[in-house]
């Protein structure tokens, strides 16, 4: 099966969404499927290469509020990459310009279309991160539910890890069946390497430590501000504890400089970010006695996930799906404060027959988070999507599409595109050609082979113009 995977963030990047996604399509090409990823270019991404999958890097600028997230732009080779693979299905990974393209793309060329909800991003959680605390929060959540909806509403099918998301987003009216499909995790193309693991106790002079271990985004919304809290509680009855941060993020700096105010500077450790696969090579889970995490803000953390593949008790927030994960393994905290948070910590820390005996839960509950069953489930899904579609050629069913109607609705998709390859001519002062569109309908013949750039852009002004008036009128009729 050819599949097209639309994603507003992707390697290098590192969290839980992209570490999930990449199991998954790996798998996917394991089993035989192709894949294309379409996602914005960043920092580091022209250097990422995963074997026998397509990746296309569309331009992109940063977001002003979050700027380690790239808004990413139309592109010519979107479309001509797009008609070459001749994709059977579009996976939209999250809401986001990227996630946008390939709803209106499966709408197009009439595809079927599914789309992931990964995470509470209209919650105050993370709109604390635009800076959102008190006043405009409700207004904000009301706003951020309702674009959730519509957006989620474009696709054929919803698809969440949890089931407790799922009744929520039902709750929620979406309109669409929701699937619920675990994330899943697979490091059988990994080993450890006990020199590696050496080494990194060493550097962090971990050895003769009880270590409590996160590993995720460093951002506001993960809460590590309470963790950090509830050191001073937990030193008091071990002292050898010690709080392990793997991970990097826009958090980081603040959380160092509480570190320092708090005067627990030999006490917490920032390891910044640490690949996927070195944190397997270099077996940094054995380094931790328990796994923790303070967010409310979860769906289903891989990182949780792997930490119980390692056999880790969990100390967690309980929220949202942290509470389908967390049975006979560990904690959940309803309070989430630092002396609260400590107090299970302490309990796990001083109490090995504890440990082991959630130790050897979290290894148990992990076997059901199986990425060959997570890949076959969502194959399964878009083969039953896929049925229902009538193979025919391209501009036929642009034709038959719920977005083409008209000849007028074709001027406004065209006056559309071209305003996209307008703004992107104007962010990044590049040369694009303006009427690749026609040759994407198969009807190249009808225009020039060549045309001049100043003709290019009147003919483009022309037809944004035409398509904004058009537009104009059919809603000032309605």
Known sequence: MKIAVFTDLFLPHVDGVTNSLVHLITQYKRMGHDVLVITPKTKGSNNIHLDGIEILLLPSVPAIVYPEFMLGFFSSKLLFKLRKFSPEIVHVIAPGPVGSMGLFYAKLVNIKSVATFHGYFMEPEYLRIIGIKNRGVKLAQKVLWRFTKTFYDRAD??????????KDLESHNFSRPITAIKNAIDFSSVASDQKLHDEFMKKYKLNNKKVILYIGRVSIEKNIETLIKSFPFIIKEVPEAHLLIVGNGPDKERLIKLVSKLKLSSKVTFTGEIKNSDLVRKDVFSAGQVFATASHSEVQPVSIIEAMHFGLPIVAAKSRGLMEMIKDNGF?????????????LIKL?????LRKSFSKESSEIAKEYSLEFSAQKHIKLYTNLYKNIEDVDFFRRVIKSRIIKTSKDLIFLAGIIHVSVLTYLFLTKEKLEYLNIFYILDLEKLIPGEMPSLQSFMLSAIVVC????????????R
Do not use: Q
């Open 466 to 477: 035409v398509g904004f008036v058009y537009f104009f009128l059919r809603n000032k009729k």
């Open 332 to 344: 959940l905290v309803s309070k989430v404060n630092g002396i609260e948070f400590s107090k299970p």
């Open 157 to 166: 099918r919803v698809i969440t890890p949890s089931l407790f998301v799922k």
């Open 349 to 353: 820390l001083k109490n090995e027959n």
